[in-house]
């Protein structure tokens, strides 16, 4: 299966400022998926990132909140902007699982606290 | 909006017990998924199940898909330390690469 390198693994960061995070996978893939993880929640669904198109977002996640790059076939990065302390939580990126139909591969996820 | 209720939430138990972990849906899923997160990582995919009234085996896992497909469970066998994580489910719908996750069970296999 794909192996994902996600980065910062972890990172605190002041309000109003912004974290652009990073995934870079080991094949090409056609689609890649950013999730986030809150504390006690379940992981949620932020956008679906094409190469060459604009990423697609999920009800309640917007572009400029959460602007998302995807430049080529292998690399994609998602940047949470001005954020609040609202925005802590764990981020996570994902692609499909090539050894099994419908599974999906995670990163190892980007702990976010917002101070 | 298609909801997954995954229960319990959270499980301590003590080596060699087995133990069971719900996942129910009013909805229908495509396919269905289990997965084990630990600590700092993502998650790792455990298993699939697509057909309904599927069984699946991993060692000492069983995973079971509900013939109506909205439900499934996990079921472990003589537990370990090592099976210690967090266990979330996730149902595709009809695009089969959106997820609905479940909240999870936090289990902890004490030796």
């Known amino acids: 299966s794909a192996v994902i390198s996600q980065k910062p693994s972890r990172d605190i960061c002041q309000r109003g400022t912004s974290l652009t995070i990073q995934c870079q996978v080991d094949?090409?893939?056609?689609?890649m998926f950013w999730y986030r993880q809150q504390p006690g929640q379940s992981l949620t669904l932020i956008a679906t990132?094409?190469?060459?198109?604009?990423?697609?977002?999920e009800s309640g996640f917007v572009i400029d909140k959460f602007p998302i790059s995807r430049p080529n076939l292998t690399f994609s990065t998602l940047t949470v902007s001005n954020m609040s302390p609202e925005d802590s939580s764990i981020y996570l990126c994902?692609?499909?699982?090539?050894?099994?139909?419908?599974?999906?591969?995670f990163g190892s996820g980007t702990r976010l606290t917002v101070v | 909006t298609q909801l997954l209720e995954q229960s319990p939430q959270f499980l301590s138990i003590q080596e060699g017990e087995n133990l069971t972990v719900y996942c129910n849906s009013s909805s229908v899923f495509s396919s269905l998924q289990w997965y084990r997160q630990e600590p700092g990582e993502g998650p790792v995919l455990l298993v699939t199940?697509?057909?309904?009234?599927e069984v699946k085996k991993l060692k000492r896992l069983t995973f079971q898909f509900g013939d109506a497909r909205k439900d499934s469970s996990l079921h472990i066998t003589a537990a370990q330390p090592g099976d210690t994580g967090l266990y979330l489910c996730a149902g595709a719908g009809g695009s089969n690469y959106k997820l609905t996750f479940g909240k999870g069970t936090l289990l902890t296999v004490n030796p």
């Open positions: 990132a094409n190469q060459g198109s604009e990423a697609t977002y």
């Open positions: 094949s090409q893939v056609t689609m």
């Open positions: 994902s692609v499909e699982d090539t050894r099994e139909a419908y599974g999906y591969t």
């Open positions: 199940v697509v057909t309904g009234g």
